[in-house]
């Protein structure tokens, strides 16, 4: 069956391709920037902990602790965001992430003790959990079927900005005295955080919830903004009210998520199930590469690569995440027009060649005192190479595919159990990636993370059906024939 968001641009006599909305675009734009703060976190740290440890003399356990409990942390704010988003509604679960992330990089900046850091990292955890899953969810529901890729890969963009902007900070504040510059780098967070509690005000409530909670003339409003013609509006508007009668419920007004959990979990569908599956296994291995903590811990990576001077190291950094931030566009853009698996099974693919030749070279500089110079070279070209796949692959695509699958009573509940599996993941490399390393070397890691990776590509293979072009209230019908049978 053909996308009914299509349809007013293949059906009307003379019809172009339509251009991005600019209202959803706009919209789209200032939801997604709720994943800076993850990606500023994730870059700063990589710099600030050095100094952090210097300055009030913590363990490399303590480290682990301190850099992988934002992560595990964010877990329940993903578990919570999806009963939250559909009780509340979209944007003001955007409004409660950034509120939440703003008071943890408050109290991170001014701690004055190691208790006090790890506090602030556990509450801006919680609050970089609901970004990562409302951002998308919120975008997915707002995009039109022709630029619902580009759209709901704004939130891998502005997490590589974050991370760009991170480096940028460490690179810029590392000759401060080091009582004072980690506090800065991870306080000026705060910023960003409270322009997008302000910016959200301006922005569109999801139609598609408005529609769950029989609020019909209100989405029909928003529906004609993110359109490019009346037809277009109407069409999507009576897929969306065809979508939501499904409910289980007797007033769709009264809809809050309830008996999602049970029937999403303990009793699925068969294709609910594969799309469970789909979304759970992409998040995994999103998180499984070790791309977190590779970024996380690159000044670590970079010194075993025989690069010990701290400008030097922040330096090489910077140019690591404008590689990331550029391949993360380039993935954005072409999205829509190549699909979904084919860029990421390039960007696995490439993955596994990346930490194949990482750990090669970092084989070479342990067994060699000398550390050869086309060993460091290797070093850093493989770490650069690996988070540039990852950008154009596993990184956007992430975001897009686990949020566009679900039906729409299942997406906001569903979509928080794969980004919290995603959490759990992250914050349980960040906090065992050292402790791992140092007991069986750099290059042992970066070989497992080669085959994991593998591992991910077969998976995606066989089991992640392409959904460009399709509604979302067409997308579950991918899942309702084996996954692997889908043809492009």
């Known amino acids: 069956m053909d996308s009914l968001e299509n349809s007013s641009s293949r059906d009307v006599p003379g019809a172009r391709k339509p251009v991005l909305n600019k209202y959803a675009f706009a919209a789209a734009l200032l939801a997604s ?88 990292r556990v509450i801006a955890g919680v609050g970089v959990g609901y970004s990562l899953m409302i951002a998308p969810v919120y975008t997915t ?74 609020r019909y003339g209100e989405a029909k409003k928003i529906i004609q903004k993110i359109s490019h013609t009346m037809e277009e509006a109407e069409s999507r508007f009576q897929e969306i009210k065809i979508a939501a009668s499904g409910l289980d419920s007797e007033n769709s007004s ?27 296994g992409i998040n995994f291995f999103m998180q499984a590469s070790g791309n977190d903590a590779v970024v996380y811990y690159s000044p670590q990576v970079f010194k075993a690569a025989g690069i010990h001077n701290k400008r030097h190291l922040f330096g090489i950094t910077v140019i690591m995440g404008i590689s990331k931030t550029f391949f993360v566009l380039v993935s954005a853009l072409f999205l829509d027009r190549f699909g979904r698996r084919p860029l990421l099974l390039l960007g696995t693919l490439g993955m596994v060649f990346s930490l194949v030749g990482l750990g090669l070279g970092s084989k070479f500089l342990a067994e060699n005192n000398s550390e050869p110079t086309w060993a460091m070279v290797l070093s850093i070209i493989a770490v650069c190479a690996f988070l540039s796949f990852f950008s154009i692959g596993i990184g956007p695509i992430t975001w897009v595919y686990s949020s566009e699958i ?44 080669a085959g994991i990776m593998t591992m991910a590509t077969i998976f995606f293979y066989i089991l992640l059906p392409e959904t460009k072009g399709k509604t979302l209230e067409e997308i579950e019908g991918l899942f309702e024939a084996r996954p692997s049978d889908v043809e492009n």
């Open 33 to 120: 920037a709720t994943s800076i703060l993850l990606g500023y976190d994730i870059g700063v740290m990589s710099g600030a902990i050095i100094f952090i440890k210097e300055n009030i003399h913590i363990s490399t356990i303590e480290v682990e602790i301190l850099v992988g409990s934002l992560n595990v942390c964010s877990l329940f704010g993903s578990l919570l965001a999806g009963k939250t988003s559909d009780l509340i509604g979209r944007r003001l679960t955007i409004v409660l992430a950034a509120s939440t992330f703003l008071v943890g990089a408050v109290l991170m900046g001014f701690a004055p003790s190691y208790p006090f850091l790890v506090a602030g």
């Open 141 to 214: 529901e707002l995009s039109p079927a022709t630029s619902r890729g580009f759209l709901t890969s704004l939130p891998e963009f502005f997490i590589t900005l974050g991370i760009l902007f991170g480096y940028l900070s460490n690179y810029i504040l590392a000759g401060l005295p080091n009582r004072i510059n980690w506090r800065i780098m991870v306080g000026i967070a705060g910023a960003p955080a409270a322009a997008i509690c302000l910016g959200v005000l301006a922005m569109p409530e999801s139609p598609r919830w408005l529609v769950m909670k029989g």
């Open 254 to 280: 009264q809809f809050s998520g309830k008996g999602v959990w049970k029937e999403l979990l303990l009793t699925p569908s068969p294709s609910l199930r594969r799309i469970l599956i789909a979304a759970v």
């Open 406 to 449: 679900f039906p729409m009573k299942y997406r906001a509940q569903g979509t928080s159990v794969a980004i919290s599996v995603n959490r759990l993941v992250s914050g349980g490399v960040a906090m065992s990636f050292l402790t791992i390393a140092n007991k069986i070397t750099f290059a042992r890691v970066f070989f497992i993370l």
